[in-house]
């Protein structure tokens, strides 16, 4: 089973500026099958990114995935205020189970 | 649209049983794996396990197999996951979602408690 690693933990960041979260895998994701997740308080998880690169439908440009093999990243070009949240990485790769990484907080410096 | 409603919250005792639903809508039940995702508060995702709406087959996660029960009734288009033998660390937000590769889109999940 591959194990997602995500860093840091927790990106202190100011309203406009750049976000660079990590997400490493054990093993190599075939067909670079690796998602990224926002999830807000009180709110259920939104598919952002899938395919490591291709963003989900109705979500903003400055929202951008890359990588392949065991290092991908998601990239906030601009953090707005509603992009401070929880962001998960999970690879759905083969036959489940697909677990998810342990999470990056980004929060308002 | 595409939709997932859960059941509403449910309050437990310890070594209960808790059976939260799952009713999916706007397209073909039978087409994708169901997913149940647990969060306890101020966790991360953890996967539980999964059903194929089609076949029945079902699969669990290490950490819940043998205190899971994953299932479906295709008539109704609407997915289970009970959990018994409940204790404290049970509580928590349990969600659904549908797995096209990846999870999309998720139920709004459901807060189980457990308390005496």
């Known amino acids: 089973e591959i194990v997602l690693t995500q860093s840091p933990g927790t990106l202190s960041l100011s309203p406009g500026g750049r976000a660079t979260l990590s997400c490493r895998a054990s093993?190599?994701?075939?067909?670079?099958?690796l998602a990224w997740y926002q999830q807000k308080p009180g709110q259920a998880p939104r598919l952002l990114i899938h395919?490591?690169?291709s963003r989900a439908t109705g979500i903003p440009d400055r929202f951008s995935g890359s990588g392949s093999g065991t290092d991908f990243t998601l990239t906030i070009s601009r953090l707005e205020p509603e992009d401070f949240a929880v962001y998960y990485c999970?690879?759905?790769?083969?036959?489940?189970?697909?677990?998810f990484g342990q999470g990056t907080k980004v929060e308002i410096k | 649209q595409v939709q997932l409603v859960q059941s509403g919250a449910e309050v437990k005792k310890p070594g209960a049983s808790v059976k939260v639903s799952c009713k999916a809508s706007?397209?073909?039940?039978?087409?994708?794996?169901i997913n149940w995702v647990r969060q306890a508060t101020g966790q991360g995702l953890e996967l539980m396990g999964w059903?194929?709406?089609?076949?029945?087959?079902?699969g669990y996660t290490r950490k819940f197999q043998g205190r899971v029960t994953i299932s479906r009734d295709t008539s109704i288009s609407t997915a289970y996951m009970e959990l018994s033998s409940l204790r404290s660390e049970d509580t928590a937000i349990y969600y659904c979602?549908?797995?096209?590769?990846?999870?999309?889109?998720w139920g709004q999940g459901t807060l189980v408690s457990v308390s005496s």
């Open positions: 706007g397209y073909s039940f039978t087409s994708f794996d």
């Open positions: 059903v194929n709406p089609d076949t029945g087959d079902v």
């Open positions: 093993q190599s994701v075939s067909r670079n099958y």
């Open positions: 999970q690879q759905y790769a083969g036959s489940p189970p697909w677990p």
């Open positions: 395919d490591a690169s």
């Open positions: 979602a549908r797995a096209g590769r990846p999870f999309d889109p």
